[in-house]
């Protein structure tokens, strides 16, 4: 593994369905985040973690949970998914919840999920 | 609210340069952030701007004015393989990104 690692890459999941979508890092960033992406839209923030054990949400985070349970897995849950929830959903990271300086934000090469 | 604009399209020739630019009104400000993102991948960091002026970096170049709320991304020399997504993103007061839509940048030969 080598940065950020995201599963799977795409699905397609029936309405009303659970559904949970991966993301390990092999950075030991402290901070991580889930955003999702819709065409001409700008990337919208789901929910964060600042360090393992606390998380946050985000500007968009109705019918998503997460959880931080160590440095690596930050786990996105769907608890039961809605077409409107078709999106691209990328895990990030970064060294301080800041991300700013060399380096950012790190992405995972992101999740295509259509529901149907 | 919360506003980043930016262009939706542009289109340069190869070999030339070309500007991106990024407007901004956010609650507080703790830095500009512009990502590279081609068709189907992730976004990569390209800079990050706090301080007003000119930063750069090899063909890239970034540019701040916190007292105008703007900032461009300056790409030289261009090259096919700058065809991308280029994003535009804030991080306000409560160190939250604010992302532009994007400017898709299409380069032609």
């Known amino acids: 593994i080598a940065g950020i690692t995201q599963a799977p890459t795409s699905q397609i999941l029936a309405a009303g369905r659970r559904m949970t979508l991966r993301c390990t890092q092999d950075?030991?960033?402290?901070?991580m985040y889930w955003y999702r992406q819709d065409l001409g839209l700008g990337l919208r923030l789901i929910h964060y973690?600042?360090?393992?054990?606390?998380?946050g949400k985000g500007e968009v985070p109705d019918g998503y949970s997460v959880s931080r349970a160590n440095t690596d897995d930050f786990p996105l849950t769907l608890a039961s998914a809605v077409p409107s929830q078709t999106s691209v959903y990328f895990c990030?990271?970064?060294?301080?919840?800041?991300?700013?300086?060399?380096?950012?934000?790190?992405f995972g090469s992101g999740t295509r999920l259509t529901v149907v | 609210g919360q506003n980043i604009d930016q262009p939706t399209e542009m289109t340069a020739t190869e070999g030339a340069i070309v500007q991106i630019n990024c407007t901004y009104q956010?609650?507080?400000?703790?830095?500009l952030f512009w990502y590279q993102q081609h068709a189907g991948e992730a976004p990569t960091f390209l800079s990050y701007?706090?301080l007003d002026g000119l930063e750069e970096k090899g063909r890239f170049s970034s540019f701040l004015s916190r007292s105008k709320g703007y900032s461009y991304l300056l790409l030289k020399e261009l090259q096919m393989k700058d065809s991308a997504s280029y994003l535009c993103?804030?991080?306000?007061?409560?160190?939250?990104?604010?992302w532009g839509a994007g400017t898709k940048l299409i380069i032609k030969p």
């Open positions: 990030a990271s970064s060294d301080e919840f800041s991300g700013t300086g060399e380096g950012g934000y790190t």
């Open positions: 950075m030991r960033h402290n901070a």
């Open positions: 973690s600042n360090t393992a054990g606390t998380t």
């Open positions: 956010t609650s507080g400000f703790n830095g």
């Open positions: 701007n706090v």
């Open positions: 993103a804030v991080m306000d007061s409560n160190y939250q990104l604010i």
